[in-house]
């Protein structure tokens, strides 16, 4: 049984292919440029040569079309035809209030999307967008829609409202939301598992670091708080993103320069975070390069990053009384070793103690590392995450009947004996790559 799933941005489309009853990928990649001139997909297929075709899509209709075109190719594709793809799920940024959970699509629960939209102007038209796009190319499956916010909705009412007139929250929703939920979920459960713990007797600081970043705390294996807010703006330094600041800034530039509320909410947005630091770089890769050859404003960046996180992980520790771990997740979290050394160095009278070579030598996003000292009271965990497994769990679970919230429900890689292929098959390569990274460190192929 094949699952295929898709993540719907406004100008990209992500999607990957999974073989339930084998429990393996056997498909990915993305359309980019949607809507624009020079769309573009590039796919692999396990085990075949990638595929890079350029194809105008000028809708998301033409985009799906062309990725079942690379998903039935005789030289290029995974099955034969789609027929074979039994179940689509779809990412949905806002869910707002009303989803704490996973849902099959209908008629209603696109209405309901239509109506958070305001809540994530630049996100849930393109995921609804998507949905129907898919819903019309493949009318005959079951469609699910999975929710980055439902994870956070275990959040108590003291942490996600704000000292603001009450009114705002009732009559127009204004509260804390969070983001990356299918990952936290994810990295919550594999973090349990490496601590041979019951996830509802874990307590976690997960840190999802990448462009967008934001950090969780976990209390007894639910969401308790987190760092982005309302919308994915507020929290840790981004790449392109502010982070917190003070509320009035807005409001001084506009008095000061004669902007308008939308340029500066754009600039919040697209010119600040590490990119605004800089005047330069988003990657943090080529920000470590640059601060290796002496450039002060990319050293400046990293240590504001790093800074920002230190100061979640004390105040997250405070709010969970006692940490079992902390998990660097997504893909500077997976292999940014100088970010996550500078965010917890000097924290061993919190009882976190970073080895240095466990830490430098994780850079792979094929297997799940300790990257803590032995004697660290606090655990340190590298884990690669697995948004997309999560969405094709709860899709199957959906169309099978026996789907309920993760506090009731047992995910497959909830299993101590989980193995992913295709990460197992791609470990050997970076145990080569990186001399310090071998299986004494790891949970190989996890």
Known sequence: MEILTLNCGSSSLKYQLYDWDNGRVVASGIVERVTQPGSKIEHATSGKEELVREQDCPTHAEAIELILEALTDPTYGAINTIDQIKAVGHRVVHGGERFSRSVLVTPEIIEAFRELAHLAPLHNPANITGIEAARKVLPEVPHAAIMDTAWHQTMPQHAYLYALPHSWYQEHGVRRYGFHGTSFLYTAKRAAVLLEKDPFETNLIIAHIGNGSSICAVKNGVSVDTSMGMTPLEGLIMGTRSGDTDPAIPFYMINETGMTSKEVESALNKQSGVLGITEKFVDRRDIEIAAEQGDERAQLAIDMEAYRIRKYVGS???????????????????????????????????????????????????????????????????????????????????????????????????????????????????????????????????
Do not use: C
Request: proline share 5%.
């Open 316 to 446: 997250y520790a405070a709010v969970l009384g006692s940490t079992d771990a902390i998990v660097f997740t997504a893909g500077v979290g997976e292999r940014g070793p100088i970010i996550r050394q500078k965010a917890l160095e000097g924290l061993e009278s919190m009882g976190i103690i970073i080895d240095q070579q466990r830490n430098f030598a994780s850079m792979t996003k094929n297997a799940e590392t300790e990257i803590s000292a032995p004697d660290s009271p606090v655990k340190v965990f590298v884990i690669p995450t697995d948004e997309e497994l999560v969405m094709t769990e709860d899709t199957y679970a959906l169309i099978d009947g026996t789907y309920k919230e993760h506090t009731e429900y047992r995910y497959r890689f909830q299993d101590p004996a989980y193995i992913n292929a295709d990460r197992k098959a791609k470990l050997p390569k970076d145990l080569k790559k990186w001399q310090g990274l071998d299986t004494t460190l790891t949970k190989p192929w996890r």
